[in-house]
């Protein structure tokens, strides 16, 4: 091959071209994911191997095969989103499914920030799938006096979650999220939710995408939006507060979204001394009506909860990738956000033998 020697030694050792040994690089790309800087992860390829590596070496591995599996995922959702061609079967699975799921699915996507050099902070777009396990309901203790409004509710579990990060607007990340969702075939499943905060670009895509989903707002969203507006109302510490907020979040969990409207509109919101959230609380329960049939979604065993998305965000992406400095490159950050979406996926091995360099 031209621009390329070979070495009998490195090939009798099943050296790549970088001359390190693939099982040292496993080691140490896992390495460079899993810890908070290239430099712990060299210091922990030590302990694990017994020999040393530089930061700088490990870091290039590791970004090195990020970019590879880059490549293999965009090529994947060019696949998938293709128009369809003469003569393809409607049961033609163009994705190699991984861990399909069966029975009950959940869609969740959301977004977190970090730092691009040149560019400031942007936000990295990440989808999760999940199984749903419904089980009967189980007793639930009261907390500060007050009976758990979940006492009779079906137990939901999700379990089994894939990650799909990257640097993407909307419309590239509705390509990986369709993707994604084929790879686990929720295309076919028998329930599929989608619980997510409620941000439009985010029922849109997924309305695209998935239009069977039962699309739900996830509930501490909407918990959380009824307290901004009771403290800013009523103020911080207000008694009178508590049981207005309360009194609204009684109505919501047994589906009676129109008197939470109402009591929005009495309160004359649409003031400038009001923060956005406040003033455009009659607008985000009027608009998501439908998405808060929170007395349907329990009782049908649906998750009202967005938390795997959110707890999706800080362990694929902050724990590794939000970081003081000066930030990352857009094309390693993205090489990056490949490598930890396959890792936290629990598809490290097999998109590392899918993207093996050729020995030297």
């Given at each position: ?231 800013a109302v009523f103020g ?93 490159q857009r094309s390693n ?28």
């Amino acid at each position: 091959m031209q621009g390329r020697r070979f070495f009998p030694l490195d090939r009798k050792l099943q050296l790549r071209a970088d001359h390190w040994s693939e099982g040292a690089a496993r080691v140490a790309t896992r390495q460079g994911l899993m810890a908070k800087s290239f430099e712990l992860a060299a210091e922990a390829y030590a302990d694990a191997v017994g020999g040393s590596m530089s930061s700088d070496s490990l870091r290039r591995i590791t970004e090195d095969w990020g970019r590879r599996v880059e490549v293999q995922r965009e090529e994947a959702a060019e696949r998938a989103n293709a128009p369809a061609q003469r003569g393809e079967s409607p049961q033609e699975r163009r994705i190699v499914e991984v861990r399909p799921i069966v029975g009950q699915a959940n869609l969740s996507t959301d977004g977190g920030m970090v730092l691009v050099r040149g560019e400031g902070w942007k936000e990295v777009k990440l989808t999760t799938i999940s199984e749903v396990e419904v089980s009967p309901a189980e007793e639930r203790p009261a907390k500060a006096g007050r009976a758990s409004r979940r006492a009779k509710d079906p137990v939901v579990k999700l379990k089994g979650h894939s990650y799909q990060a990257g640097l993407w607007d909307a419309d590239t990340m509705a390509l990986h999220q369709y993707t994604e969702g084929l790879r686990r075939g929720i295309d076919h499943c028998q329930r599929l939710s989608s619980v997510n905060d409620g941000a439009p670009w985010i029922e849109r895509i997924t309305q695209l995408n998935f239009p069977e989903a039962v699309q739900i707002v996830d509930w501490s969203h909407a918990q959380g939006r009824l307290w901004k507006v009771g403290k800013a109302v009523f103020g911080e510490q207000s008694t009178e507060g508590k049981a207005w907020v309360e009194d609204q979040l009684d109505h919501l969990w047994a589906g009676e979204p129109k008197p939470v409207e109402a009591a929005l509109a009495g309160l004359d919101l649409d003031q400038e001394r009001w923060p956005d959230e406040v003033r455009q609380a009659p607008g985000y329960f009027e608009s998501n009506r439908k998405r808060m049939r929170y007395h349907e979604f329990r009782a049908e065993g649906y998750p009202i909860g967005s938390g795997t998305v959110e707890s999706g965000i800080n362990t694929v992406v902050h724990h590794r990738m939000k970081r003081p400095g000066r930030g990352w490159q857009r094309s390693n950050a993205q090489a990056m956000l490949a490598g930890l979406s396959e890792l936290h996926s629990g598809r490290f091995d097999q998109a590392r033998k899918a993207t093996l360099p050729l020995a030297a």
